[in-house]
């Protein structure tokens, strides 16, 4: 059996169409979407990460501001400049990439994104109302996860998904939205014993670990639904310098029944999401202050 793709890629071509059309009706009242996205430090992955986030703002008619800040940025003057973008008119949405370096309190840096422009869903007045039905905004990574199995009308309810990894981003959240949905959930960590007892009763797998082919075809139950939310680059043999997911492609892609490739997979959705929720914060702002 040859798992069915689930293509990240697809999908966001087809929400960005209508990303495009609601930026430009914003856009000619007068309230053209605006997104600030901020990176601290070096980190190669995250700079790659946000420059494709400045470029779909770009490509979509969406204003967008970059801020580029050296390691020794300090905390101070990072919340200084969250809170000149609280009260810009022109940003709707306000991101922090993550990692920070180590010297800032990324919770104090989350905590003081307004948060009706937590367009991350970070901020804990949005994860809170997550847990309990309403957030704000959904982070985005998840939100995309759950909008790939819309796509395939996928059995949410009552399927038990297993969820690796559980971290704020990605493990903690995507079992929210799973559970609201009407699955039954299994969190794992690190220090889960017997990994494979767990994902083998998977009818729904998401992978988000950072770890290289983790789990592999004998992990996954036959005909389950995977979702690999891992990018890492490949540092030794053929494959060297490529991407590659938490998940083993070639062995879970003859198991699974849906799989999603790495690169083109969750990656492109999860910026998809960030425009989806930067557009509904400006509908809101929008809604809010009618110009006259
Ligand atoms: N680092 C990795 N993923 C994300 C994300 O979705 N948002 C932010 N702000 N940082 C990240």
Sequence with gaps: MSAQLLDGRILSTHIRKQISQQAATLSAQ?????LAVILVGENPASQVYVRNKIKACQEHGLYSVYDVYPDNFTQTDLLARITALNADPR????LVQLPLPAHIDSHRVL???APHKDVDGFHIANAGALMTGAPLFRPCTPYGCMKM???IDAPVRGAHA???GASNIVGKPMAMLLLQAGATITICNSKTRDLASHTRSADILVVATGRPRMITGDMVKPGAIVIDVGINRITEGENKGKLCGDVDFDSVRNVAGWITPVPGGVGPMTITMLLVNTIEAAQRACTATPQT
Excluded: T
């Design 162 to 164: 297993v969820i690796v």
């Design 91 to 94: 940003i709707h949405g306000i």
């Design 30 to 34: 007068g309230h053209q979407p605006g």
């Design 111 to 113: 905590e003081a994104i």
């Design 149 to 151: 199995l819309e796509s």
